[in-house]
T-cell receptor, first 114, second 111 residues
Framework: DAGVTQSPTHLIKTRGQQVTLRCSPK?????VSWYQQALGQGPQFIFQ???????QRGNFPDRFSGHQFPNYSSELNVNALLLGDSALYLC?????????????FGPGTRLLVL | GNSVTQMEGPVTLSEEAFLTINCTYT??????LFWYVQYPGEGLQLLLK?????DKGSNKGFEATYRKETTSFHLEKGSVQVSDSAVYFC??????????FGAGTILRVKS
């Protein structure tokens, strides 16, 4: 049973560019959440997708957008990259059916903006 | 606003020592509580969780008890190993299933 997978593992971009990160949820999960983890800090919630809709959003600008596909996989897009967007981007998946939606994380995509 | 406060690290212990990492939270109601662990260069792994007051989560020798009277969820292990060296994150789940994390506590275990 594959866990949460993310691609790519590492990425280098320059300021002003755009980036797309991808996530495949754990088998049986239908909800995907994205988090940004700056160096030495805890992860910060970006947004969450369920049934191909953005269900909840954290305190991130509109430059951060996402999408969820019918197979539950998801993309995170960041436009007009800033140096401060350099971070580890984590995807987490969960199941919306019954009980607490425990989130399981992927290995992350490390983004460096130069 | 809602938040999670963890004891600052790094915490440095000798192998087989007792571990406590303190965690307190502020939240509306009684959120579910979690401990995640992050090994170098990796994502977060769920270590344990508790979903209601007085619940005890446990896994791999680690334990934490949900204390609503003190809004705490301290992580403990009776005998740490070198392989436990990692960063530990306490988190609570807000309404809407959004996780709010603490800043993380670095644990270093020496042989």
């Amino acid at each position: 049973d594959a866990g949460v997978t993310q691609s790519p593992t590492h990425l280098i971009k320059t300021r002003g560019q755009q980036v797309t990160l991808r996530c495949s949820p754990k088998s049986g999960h239908d909800t995907v959440s994205w988090y940004q983890q700056a160096l030495g800090q805890g992860p910060q919630f970006i947004f969450q997708y369920y049934e191909e809709e953005e269900r909840q959003r954290g305190n991130f600008p509109d430059r951060f957008s996402g999408h969820q596909f019918p197979n539950y996989s998801s993309e995170l897009n960041v436009n007009a990259l800033l140096l401060g967007d350099s971070a580890l981007y984590l995807c987490a998946s969960s199941s919306a059916t019954g009980g607490v939606e425990t989130q399981y994380f992927g290995p992350g995509t490390r983004l460096l903006v130069l | 606003g809602n938040s999670v406060t963890q004891m600052e690290g790094p915490v440095t212990l000798s192998e087989e020592a007792f571990l406590t990492i303190n965690c307190t939270y502020t939240a509306t109601g009684y959120p579910s509580l979690f401990w995640y662990v992050q090994y170098p260069g990796e994502g977060l792994q769920l270590l344990l969780k508790a979903t209601k007051a007085d619940d005890k989560g446990s896994n791999k020798g680690f334990e934490a008890t949900y204390r609503k009277e003190t809004t705490s969820f301290h992580l403990e292990k009776g005998s740490v190993q070198v392989s436990d060296s990692a960063v530990y994150f306490c988190a609570h789940m807000e309404y809407g299933n959004k996780l709010v994390f603490g800043a993380g506590t670095i644990l270093r275990v020496k042989s």
